[in-house]
């Protein structure tokens, strides 16, 4: 059996996630119980209890995602056969989740790290002066040849995530990205979308956040992954030498995700299914977008994980 594995990110967090299988399982409690201590504060009671408006603040939302996904995995692996192929992917955040789903990386280590992470870019731009938005109906192509034709003067608008052929997110200073959407409609868009985040991720705007991530990435104890994780700056497998993880992670806070050349390297390797690990739903979606002879699952609640055990059962 193969499999594709994607680990979700940042905007995939809600109010009470994991909390069916918080309650079902122990192994999930005690993880969660494991992000409390090292955080040193209740994130366990903010992820069931909120309030929103600060579990969404990034410094929240990232180690949350990341505890979420990671219980996950933790209790299905188990049931993954043994001899399986996996192919990991992580978009953006979720890209720690998978290096530690592959052993690469401790959980204790990862939760401290995106804790810093999104401290870190938040900080990078001040609310109000950065933006994110969807692009849908537009080429990449097409896409970069607008935003290279802007006049920006300072401003900034680039690509961010390159998510499915049919969406694609740019990234920048609040006026760059305004300036773009009136062009990008002009051009054809079929919708241009702002997105409601905190701060312009995976642009240029998010390099003071990088410098400061760097030393403390250089600093984290990597092992060689044990399955095949893709990086976002790349879209290609991380290399066996550990030696080379940090600088990927450093490159990927301003680059873009490039999730559909990932989701079609995957499908390259001729996977049975691809699984979403973690809450939501939007990977499996962009993943049938991308490539549409490849089934999709999600285990985002106690139903998906026991639909996903099904099928790996051989009774679906």
């Not at 938005?133 to 896409?143: C, D, F, H, P, W």
């Not at 030498?241 to 990927?248: H, S, T, V």
């Not at 739903?281 to 089934?295: N, S």
């Amino acid at each position: 059996m193969k499999l594709g594995i994607f680990f979700p990110g940042q905007a995939s967090q809600q109010v009470g996630m994991g909390r069916d299988l918080f309650t079902e399982f122990a192994a999930v409690r005690e993880l969660f119980q494991q992000a409390d201590d090292i955080l040193g504060y209740s994130l366990s009671r903010l992820i069931f209890e909120g309030p929103e408006d600060e579990l969404t603040l990034t410094a929240n939302a990232q180690p949350a995602i990341l505890t979420v996904s990671f219980s996950f995995w933790t209790v299905l692996s188990p049931f993954v056969p043994d001899g399986a192929q996996l192919w990991m992917a992580g978009h953006s955040l979720g890209e720690y989740t998978a290096l530690v789903a592959a052993g690469a990386l401790d959980f204790a280590d990862a939760v401290r790290i995106v804790h810093l992470r999104g401290k870190f870019m938040q900080e990078a731009v001040p609310a109000g002066e950065g933006k994110m938005a969807a692009v849908v109906g537009l080429s990449q192509e097409k896409i970069e040849e607008v935003l290279g034709g802007l006049k920006l003067d300072g401003d900034v608008a680039q690509l961010a995530n390159l998510n499915s052929p049919e969406q694609i997110v740019i990234s920048g200073s609040a006026r760059g990205i305004s300036m773009a959407t009136e062009s990008l409609q002009d051009a054809g868009a079929r919708r241009v979308v702002e997105i409601k985040v905190s701060a312009p991720f995976h642009s240029r705007l998010m390099e003071p956040a990088a410098e400061k991530l760097k030393p403390l990435l250089d600093e984290l104890r990597f092992r060689p992954v044990q399955h095949a994780v893709l990086a976002n700056a790349t879209a290609e497998p991380y290399p066996d030498d550990p030696a080379a993880y940090a600088e990927l992670l450093y490159r990927q806070v301003c680059s873009p995700v490039r999730w559909t050349d990932t989701v079609r390297r995957i499908a390259r390797e001729q996977p049975d299914t691809f699984v979403e690990v973690g809450p939501g739903k939007v990977l499996r979606m962009l993943a049938a977008k991308t490539v549409r002879d490849v089934p999709c699952a999600s285990v985002g609640d106690i139903e998906g994980f026991k639909r996903t055990l099904a099928f790996l059962s051989g009774e679906t």
